[in-house]
């Protein structure tokens, strides 16, 4: 009968109802669409980590990654690559050869990462030639070609077929230098990338070096996410002498990021909540000032304190929580379209997400193990909101309620 | 004041005269103090009411009726004295008891608004046996019966906005009884009403006090009302001037 009182009672003023309902449910629309955004911005994100930076697994020669030295090139990369071949959990591999140097041309001077590699390779590994925005990927027995990024091309003013010298120093330790001609234009997702790296082949970037074949980093990619670990930990055993290494370790700013999103979505869900909790909290007081006689009568006919504040709490519950099995299929319905569709958001600043390396449009996906705690979050948001009324309802006793 | 033993039609089998007594209230004071100055509301008064006794208070306004009625019905506290109904000393009782006995043992009925406005004549009238945890079958017996001895019967599922003043105390005076407490308590009951009204009222609760031996106690200025009341016991300035029984009809 409690309950039946309850529920009753929420829909006496309808409009002050119908406003909390609303305001909840905006409140919760609010929440999932942060929570989603972020999840798919996270999502595309480590996506592009994997997919165009570093693929799963990266293999360098120990010292290689604290120290990029032409001498820390890895041995015998023939048996790895033997074996990568045969490991049905990878979908495609490449070997590059990785030198620091000077990028020099007739407008400036840059220093450059020159990564030398098979760029078939790169097709399926790095998804290179997706990124050309102008020019063409370099072929295999393009020794003079060179392909930058569209950051460093801006900065240094160069245009496609222009001339390019590039100097590093060899393995004996001499500076060298050569001409190289820009064929390409690439740009990915990340600016940061586009300002420093740049490809030439390895066969001339081998010759520049004096090395035969060496190489520096294999990156793998592998058929599934779900593989890494298991691969990760194999090639450890395998190959006790290389550094191995996951996307996880070898971008940890991305890893960060996927991790503390977690943590400031649920930061933005509280704070929203908050918000909702004040209104809730407002409309309970008003309605619990307005029925001081009637809770006050049920008091002297013997309706113990206990059930007056249970009846509060759980008209406080209802009104926080009706809306839930219309509003969270609808915006689960929402962000599944616009997770197809994606969400264009180059108005808000595409130069200002690209720069902080993210793609300019979201694909939203909700991650639906977080409903429960969602629910959650919002029933004890309706319990905190409701303990200043239900604590108010039985303030009066009976005949200091019944005497107006 | 003398014992009052007067035999009901419930309590011919009880041989022993206290077990008809239903409240004995026994030299009880109540002085307020609002801003420093003592009002003495209430002086050292003795009241005795048997089972099925239908007892009128009258007196001018601010004699303390609301105020002993209050005390009588544990809602409110004497400084002074004991208050007994069927033998328990409801003056000694916690709060959480006199909730408790107050919701087995009094039945009670206000000016106005009695009713909870969410819930339907029947569900009101029903709320006490309710809150007792009352099986439904019995609950819709007494209610069934009841409804039909007041004449209420089609309107058991009308929500109180849909009732007049007198249908909504009618319905109060239901609840109050439908759990067949010791005694009904009821301060002005009619106060609200028009004159028909009340009449109406007076003669629901007088049918009912001689079909179930219910005992009523209740305060009221309405001249006509008091015409027809057996027992009526008269304050001033919160004391006993007066406690008659008139024979009528
Ligand atoms: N809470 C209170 N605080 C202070 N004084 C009070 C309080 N309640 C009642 N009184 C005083 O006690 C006296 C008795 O009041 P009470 O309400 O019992 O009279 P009453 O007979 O019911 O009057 P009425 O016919 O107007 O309802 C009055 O002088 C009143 O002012
Ligand atoms: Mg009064």
């Known amino acids: 009968m409690t309950i039946k009182i309850a529920w009753r009672n929420i829909w006496r003023n309808k409009i002050r109802s119908l406003i909390i309902i609303v305001s909840v449910s905006s409140g919760l629309l609010a929440g999932m669409a942060v929570i989603s955004l972020y999840e798919g911005m996270m999502r595309s994100r480590v996506r592009t980590v994997i997919e165009t930076e570093t693929g799963h697994i990266q293999i360098h020669q120990k010292n290689f990654l604290n120290d990029r030295m032409t001498e820390y090139y890895i041995p015998n990369p023939q048996l790895i690559s033997d074996h990568l071949k045969n490991d049905m959990s990878v979908r495609a591999f490449s070997e590059r050869t990785i030198s620091e140097g000077m990028l020099s041309t007739a407008s400036g001077v840059s220093g450059v990462s020159i990564i030398g590699i098979l760029p078939q390779n790169e097709i399926i590994v790095s998804g290179l030639d997706q990124k050309i925005k102008e020019g063409f990927l370099i072929p295999r027995e393009d020794i003079n070609g060179i392909l930058i990024g569209k950051k460093l091309s801006q900065k240094l003013k160069i245009h496609l077929g222009q ?28 600016a940061l990338i586009d300002e420093v790296n740049v490809y030439v082949s390895q066969q001339s970037i ?35 002498d290389l550094a191995i290494d996951s996307w996880k370790s070898l971008s940890p700013e991305t890893n960060l990021l996927v991790t503390t999103v977690d943590y400031y979505s649920f930061i933005i869900l ?27 009568m049920m008091m002297a006919l013997g309706m113990g304190k206990y059930k007056i504040m249970y009846m509060i709490i759980l008209e406080t519950i209802f009104l926080s929580i009706i809306s839930i099995p219309v509003i969270i299929p609808m915006a689960l319905m929402t962000i599944q379209y616009y997770g197809e569709k994606g969400i264009d958001l180059s108005g808000m600043g595409k130069d200002m997400m690209y720069s902080f390396g993210f793609e300019t449009t979201i694909y939203p996906v909700f991650p639906i193990e977080k409903l429960p705690s969602l629910i959650i979050l919002l029933f004890i948001t309706a319990i905190i909101s409701s303990i200043l009324p239900t604590w108010k309802s039985v303030q009066n006793s009976p005949i200091q309620a019944l005497r107006n | 004041m003398e014992k009052r033993a007067k035999q009901s039609d419930t309590g011919i089998e009880k041989l022993n005269s206290k077990d ?42 601010g004699s303390g009726k609301t105020t002993l009625l209050n005390m009588i019905g544990g809602l409110d506290q004497p400084d002074s004295g004991s208050i007994l109904i069927n033998n328990t000393d409801i003056t000694r009782l916690s709060q959480a008891k006199l909730v408790k006995f107050r919701l087995h043992h009094i039945g009670f009925v206000f000016q106005s608004y009695n009713l909870i406005p969410v819930l339907t004549a029947q569900e009101n009238a029903e709320f006490i046996m309710l809150l007792q945890k009352i099986k439904k079958f019995k609950r819709n017996e007494r209610i069934d019966m009841l409804f039909q001895a007041v004449g209420l019967s089609d309107k058991k599922n009308v929500r109180p906005s849909q009732l007049s003043g007198g249908q909504q105390q009618r319905v109060a005076v239901l609840r109050a009884l439908a759990s067949k407490p010791q005694f009904v308590l009821a301060d002005e009951p009619t106060a609200n009403l028009d004159s028909e009204a009340a009449f109406n009222l007076l003669d629901i609760m007088l049918k009912l006090n001689k079909e ?38």
């Open chain 1, 163 to 190: 001339k390019i010298i590039l100097t590093v120093t060899d393995s004996a330790g001499n500076l060298t230098s050569s001409a190289f001609r820009l064929r390409g234009i690439y740009q990915s997702d990340n």
């Open chain 1, 206 to 240: 081998q010759a520049m070096l004096t090395l035969k074949n060496q190489i520096h980093e294999i990156s793998v990619l592998l058929k599934s996410d779900e593989q890494m670990d298991e691969c990760l930990r194999r090639y450890k055993i395998k190959f006790p």
């Open chain 1, 270 to 296: 509280v704070i929203l909540f908050i918000a909702i909790s004040f209104g809730i909290m407002n409309t309970m007081m008003m309605s619990v000032l307005e029925r001081r006689y009637e809770t006050g």
């Open chain 2, 20 to 61: 008809a007594t239903v409240i004995d209230a026994h030299n009880i004071s109540k002085t307020y103090n609002p801003g420093g100055i003592p009002i003495r509301a209430i002086k050292n008064i003795h009241l005795h009411l048997s089972k099925g006794e239908f007892v009128a208070l009258v007196g001018p306004s």
């Open chain 2, 212 to 249: 179930e031996g219910m005992t009523y106690i209740f305060s009221t200025h309405d001249q006509r009302v008091i015409d027809r009341v057996k027992r009526v016991i008269k304050l001033v300035d919160g004391e006993v001037v007066s406690d008659k029984i008139t024979d009528i009809l």
